[in-house]
């Protein structure tokens, strides 16, 4: 069975009430019971939130010890500007996959811009919360 990993940095633990307009109603709670009902009979899912950008690089090392097969990343605004998370994916070795819940080319121009997708093995924007299964599919499948 392959461990996978599912990270989301800062302000996703505000899904469902933060800009629904955009992220939609549902909470990272929500996500993580889908996720579990779709895939906990092929995967060992674990999943991590943190405000800050150390924690997720401090998990990403830990992820690499520990053998995981793969990764899930929705860095959010960190996506954007850290240097040291794109260091740390790259430095992994893990198949990552970066996650947008949001079309980031319909956004703002600076959002257009990821730093750690170069670190990733592929990129999935604007699907909405699909977005996490279907890169779980896809690492399943590696």
Known sequence: MKKIAILNGPNLDRLGKREPEIYGRATLADLEQALRA???AQAQLEFFQSNHEGAL???I???VDAKFDGLV???GALTHTSVALRDALLGAHLPAVEVH????YKR???RHVSLT???CVAVITGLGLEGYHAAIR????R
């Not at 819940?101 to 980031?104: D, L």
């Not at 896809?138 to 499948?141: A, W």
């Open 61 to 63: 090392a830990a992820l």
């Open 73 to 75: 990343v929705n860095g």
């Open 38 to 40: 779709e895939f906990g």
């Open 117 to 119: 997708a170069p670190a």
């Open 138 to 141: 896809f690492l399943l499948k």
């Open 108 to 110: 703002e121009e600076f």
């Open 101 to 104: 819940i949001s079309n980031i």
């Open 57 to 59: 690089i401090d998990r």
